[in-house]
């Protein structure tokens, strides 16, 4: 709803402060939970964006949400700029980018994992360590079950695709025996 780029230059900002002030994943959580409600809420979507509520009034009503939330000091002033700067919409983008900006900071890579069976924690954990080795950072493991697999996984690790699912190797033995091979 704002952009890339500046949702950036709004994470960079808050990141920055953020770092200071010794609070770099507090922040990050509240923004991640300011996100999920506005993606939750059409209510309060209509209200930010109706052009007829006064500002005032969308002023109290993030107070009231932000209060409830127990969200840090820090968080609190940032989104009401981000409000009185008109940008309250784009609160998914600025998260998602003091996300990016964060697992920078912290050495860290977001990793979704798509298996035909459900990870046990062993499972999931020698999956991180794996994929932990293959990036040299830490991983933050996301894991989904998708039976059409068959079995094996498929890794999303940044841009690399790491497909080890026996319906790729099918395929790829499809398209072999097809060709000749």
Known sequence: MIGIVLAKRYAKAVIDLAQEAGILKEVGQDLDRIADLFAESHELVNVFADPTIASRAKEKVLSEV???????????KFIHVVLQKG????????????????????NRIRARVVTAARLDDNDKSRMKDALSKIS??????????????????????????YDGSIKNQLTQLKDNLSKGR
């Open 87 to 106: 940008r309250i919409l784009g609160v998914g983008e600025i998260a998602r980018s003091y996300r990016d900006l964060s697992d920078q900071l912290e």
């Open 66 to 76: 932000l209060k409830k939330g127990g969200v840090q000091e820090l968080t609190m």
């Open 136 to 161: 040299g950072k830490d991983v933050v493991l996301e894991v989904e079950v998708d039976e059409s697999l068959l079995g094996g996984v498929v890794a999303y690790m940044g841009s690399q695709v």
